[in-house]
């Protein structure tokens, strides 16, 4: 076989291994968008049941201290009772309403921990909601996953093999040239080189549609054993006859 339909016969492996590994590198890559939102999610619900539960705390330590208020006040309305001197009772009276408008104070702070841990339950409902909804995407990713590696994965080693064979049959400066372009190009490496007019010798690319000087062609048709590229887009190009013996 001649350079060039060795080139085609690789290409065509290699264009299929690429495919494959494209729909394996996309399955993956959705997996791990969704594992990395998940994650976030995750980090995000604890962060709010920390807040929840600082909240919490917080209350009930206002609470408490209500409650001590509660019972002095409770003491002083005893003393207030019984008490018999004048002077002795205006100052009880007063350390009462000191105690009332501070145990008012404590109560309101009371209740806005107590809404606040209300505003955070709401968002940890929604954090929650959110990640079941990502863990269910995140299942449809894997069980995708699954099947994309048991359907492609035996194809792919077997196009794997083939393109190595396939590739032991380049020299290595056109298997450069031809790795080059097929990163470039999501694995279309090589072109058709097509006859517009052979009597005005108007060539263009099969792949770019650039025009290619008749040079080219004629290179190609004397020696199919040296790889000619588009001077456009540098896939490496061949004449249809030659696709068609390959394949
Ligand atoms: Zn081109």
Known sequence: MTLIADLVSLHQVDSQAR???TRLD???HFLAIQERQRVQLGGRLEELKSQARQHQATAANHEAESGSVKARIETLRTQLNTSTNPKQYAAVLNELKLLQN???EIDNLTIAQLLKV???KAKLTEVDRQLAERTTVRDGGKAELN???SEVGTRLSELDRERSIA????PKHDLETFTRAAD???GEAMAELVAVDARRREYVCGACNME?????YAALVSNPNVAVTCTSCHRILFLAEVSSIVS
Do not use: F, G, M, N
């Open 212 to 216: 290619l000087p008749p040079e080219k």
């Open 26 to 28: 996309s399955a993956e």
């Open 147 to 149: 099947t994309c590696r």
């Open 167 to 170: 590739a032991q049959r380049i």
């Open 19 to 21: 495919a494959l590994r």
């Open 184 to 186: 470039l190009y999501e």
């Open 118 to 120: 209300d505003e955070v």
């Open 102 to 104: 501070k145990r008012d």
